[in-house]
Nanobody, 127 residues
C-alpha cells in the first residue's frame, strides 16, 4: 500500500472556500482513478468525488444534502488531484481522505474499491 499525502484542510466560516490537494508518490498514479472521501465524527466514511485517469471524467456524490456544484475535483499534474470546495456548510465538517484505485475504468463510490489512502486532513466549518 502506498501512502498518499493530503494538504489544505483547516477552519473556515460557513460560506467560505477551501482547496484540498493530494499528492501521490509517483507518476504511476496518473493512470489511477482518484477519489475524495470524508468521515464525520460517529459516521461512516462516505464518497465525495472521483476522477478517472483518462482526461477528465468526474463523478460526484448525489446523496441527500450534498449539492453538486459546490465541490469540484480536478487533476493537477500526473501525481496530484485537488478538491475545490466552495460555499462550505457546517455539515461539511469532517476528515477528508484522498484515495487511489487501480480500477481505472470506473469511479468507485465505496471505500473497498480503493487500495491506497492518505492520512486525512481536517476540515472544520463554523456557523
Amino acid at each position: 500500500q502506498v501512502q498518499l499525502v493530503e494538504s489544505g484542510g483547516g477552519l473556515v466560516q460557513a460560506g467560505g472556500s477551501l482547496r484540498l490537494s493530494c499528492t501521490a508518490p509517483s507518476d504511476t498514479f496518473s493512470r489511477f482513478t482518484m477519489g475524495w472521501f470524508r468521515q464525520a465524527p460517529g459516521k461512516e466514511r462516505e464518497f465525495v468525488a472521483g476522477t478517472r485517469w483518462s482526461g477528465g471524467s468526474t463523478y460526484y456524490a448525489d446523496y441527500a444534502g450534498f449539492v453538486k456544484g459546490r465541490f469540484t475535483i480536478a487533476r493537477g499534474n500526473a501525481k496530484n488531484v485537488r478538491l475545490q470546495m466552495n460555499n462550505l456548510k457546517p455539515e461539511d465538517t469532517a476528515i477528508y481522505y484522498c484515495a487511489a484505485s487501480s480500477k481505472s475504468g470506473i469511479v468507485g463510490v465505496t471505500t473497498t474499491m480503493y487500495e491506497h489512502w492518505g492520512q486525512g486532513t481536517q476540515v472544520t466549518v463554523s456557523s
